[in-house]
Nanobody, 122 residues
Framework: QVQLVQSGGGLVQPGGSLRLSCAASGSVFSVDAMGWYRQPPGKQRELVATITSGGSTNYADSVKGRFTISRDNAKNTVYLQMDSLKPEDTAVYYC????????????????WGQGTQVTVSS
């Protein structure tokens, strides 16, 4: 069994900051790419940012310069630092990890966190 457990999120005023965390645990053997996605109200889930095991990052244009993704490979944890938040950043945020397990060390699959609400409002 693999679990991706998210923490962080909540209500913040425009211009504020929040930090999300997501830790993979259980029968994790190897973690490849990790990332964050979000689903705004009434819209489809969209990419926010990804990071490879080597640290290469990719961001959606809408968050470039405001959000920073990072990871701690020793802890199988990915972070999303969100600064200069805007009302349009309001969404449920999901973490994602592509990983293999001890049961099948060479087969990689996508796992998702439980989602956490981020609301940017005055």
């Amino acid at each position: 069994q693999v679990q991706l457990v998210q923490s962080g999120g909540g209500l913040v005023q425009p211009g504020g900051s929040l930090r999300l965390s997501c830790a993979a645990s259980g029968s994790v053997f190897s973690v490849d790419a990790m990332g964050w996605y979000r689903q705004p109200p009434g819209k489809q889930r969209e990419l926010v940012a990804t990071i490879t095991s080597g640290g290469s990052t990719n961001y959606a244009d809408s968050v470039k310069g405001r959000f920073t993704i990072s990871r701690d490979n020793a802890k199988n944890t990915v972070y999303l630092q969100m600064d200069s938040l805007k009302p349009e950043d309001t969404a449920v945020y999901y973490c994602n990890a592509r990983l293999s397990t001890w049961y099948s060390t060479s087969d990689y699959s996508d796992y998702w966190g439980q989602g956490t609400q981020v609301t940017v409002s005055s």
